[in-house]
């Protein structure tokens, strides 16, 4: 399989056994394997450090590692597309939302034949899709690139690149808000020059005249 459509560890995630119990920490709270290394299985190595593995695993063998968390639907495996859309370009893959999380399914699942006049199929299994995509999963879609090769896994280092330029130009826009913003909250508090100060009022009281008798009439 070609590297450039499709990154060498995607293979071994949809084939992995997920949720089973963790032989070194089966006692433990999170000791279900719903992990999976990226980096682990970037090769062509069979070590057990390919494998799924629990939480506790996770601080011990793949501290720093490019890791994914496996979830469940209704017994079928699932990644949230906040997860592996960092790793993948999952375009044309039906997306669903569950449990207010959007995520896809890894593998086909089993379905009776879609009825007449169903609008969106799977291109390769035929299920039926909620929206116009082409795949209902990312194993279909591998399926559909081994056909025709006419899409791919691989994301895009110029649009990674454009994002991330877009992140810290955003970033720095804020700052840079915030920085003016700063500015003229202190010059306006440290300017007492542009201040107008009235005087005081006066309390002098304005003295009366000395009053003028008339004179008396002779």
């Known amino acids: 399989m070609d590297s450039m459509l499709v990154p060498p560890w995607l293979e071994r995630l949809l084939q992995t056994p997920f949720f089973n119990v963790c032989r070194i920490h089966g006692d433990a709270a999170r000791s279900e394997c719903n992990m999976f290394c990226l980096d682990c299985n970037n090769n062509n190595n069979n070590n057990n450090?390919?494998?799924?593995?629990c939480f506790y695993c996770r601080s011990?063998?793949?501290?720093?590692?490019?890791?994914?968390?496996?979830?469940?639907?209704?017994?079928?495996?699932?990644?949230?597309?906040v997860e592996i859309q960092k790793v993948?370009?999952?375009?044309?893959?039906?997306?669903y939302v569950i449990n207010s999380a959007r995520v896809l399914f890894l593998n086909e699942r089993p379905q009776p034949k879609s009825g007449k006049g169903v609008p969106h199929i799977c291109e390769i299994c035929g299920r039926s899709l909620l929206d116009p995509f082409r795949f209902c999963s990312l194993g279909c879609k591998l399926v559909g690139i081994k056909r025709n090769g006419d899409a791919s896994f691989v994301l895009d280092d110029k649009i990674n690149e454009a994002l991330a330029m877009e992140g810290?130009?955003?970033?720095r826009s804020s700052m840079s808000s915030r920085n003016h913003h700063q500015e003229e909250e202190e010059l306006g508090e440290g300017s007492p020059q542009n201040i107008y100060t009235p005087p005081p009022p006066s309390n002098t009281r304005r003295r009366k005249g000395i009053p003028h008798r008339a004179p008396f009439g002779s």
């Open 49 to 53: 450090n390919g494998d799924a593995f």
């Open 88 to 95: 993948l370009d999952i375009s044309g893959v039906q997306t």
């Open 168 to 171: 810290i130009s955003s970033r």
């Open 60 to 81: 011990s063998r793949h501290k720093d590692h490019q890791v994914i968390q496996i979830r469940r639907s209704s017994y079928h495996d699932v990644v949230r597309v």
